[in-house]
C-alpha cells in the first residue's frame, strides 16, 4: 500500500537507512552495557551495576521507538545480530573490561550514537520529518548526557 505522509520515498528511504544505522548503533550499545551491568566487579560495583541498569533499560525502549519509526516511514527495520554488525559503527570489546575500562567503553560508544543520530539530522531536516527530528533530539540529548556523566566519572 502506497505511503502519503508528505515526504517522498527517495527521502523516507535516506532516513530510514539511517535510522537502521542509529537502531544497529544502540542495539550494540544496549548489548554491550548488559554486558557490563552483568560483569562489572570491584569498589565501585553498586553504583555502576545500578547505573547500566537504568542505562540498558533506557537503551531497550529507544530500539523500540527507533525501529517503529523506521516501519512508520514504510520500510522493515534491522532485527539481526548480523544486520547490525554490517550497520554499526560501535565495535564491542573482545574481552570484559575493568570497571574504568567499562566507563571509558561506554562514553565512546555514546558519543559514537550521538554522532550517528546527528548525521540523519540534516536529511530529515530537508524532508521537514518532525517526528523523526524529535526522535533524533531526544536521542542526542539522552547520548550527550550520558557520555557527560561517564566521562565526569574518570575525572580524578
Do not use: C
Amino acid at each position: 500500500m502506497e505511503i502519503d505522509i508528505g515526504i517522498h520515498k527517495e527521502d523516507r528511504a535516506k532516513i530510514a537507512e539511517g535510522l537502521s544505522r542509529l537502531l544497529a548503533d544502540s542495539y550494540t550499545l544496549y548489548m554491550t552495557t548488559h554486558n557490563f551491568h552483568w560483569n562489572v566487579r570491584g569498589p565501585m560495583f553498586n553504583t555502576l551495576h545500578q547505573m547500566f541498569e537504568g542505562q540498558y533499560t533506557e537503551l531497550a525502549e529507544a530500539v523500540d521507538l527507533i525501529a517503529e519509526r523506521i516501519r512508520a516511514l514504510g520500510f522493515f527495520a534491522p532485527g539481526s545480530y548480523r544486520e547490525f554488525e554490517k550497520l554499526s559503527s560501535l565495535k564491542q570489546p573482545e574481552n570484559v573490561p575493568d570497571a574504568e575500562g567499562m566507563i571509558r567503553v561506554l562514553l565512546s560508544n555514546h558519543e559514537g550514537v550521538a554522532k550517528t543520530a546527528r548525521s540523519v539530522v540534516p536529511q530529515a531536516d530537508k524532508a521537514s520529518d518532525e517526528p523523526t527530528l524529535d526522535l533524533l533530539t531526544q536521542r542526542l540529548q539522552l547520548h550527550e548526557k550520558t557520555a557527560w556523566m561517564l566521562r565526569s566519572l574518570l575525572e580524578k
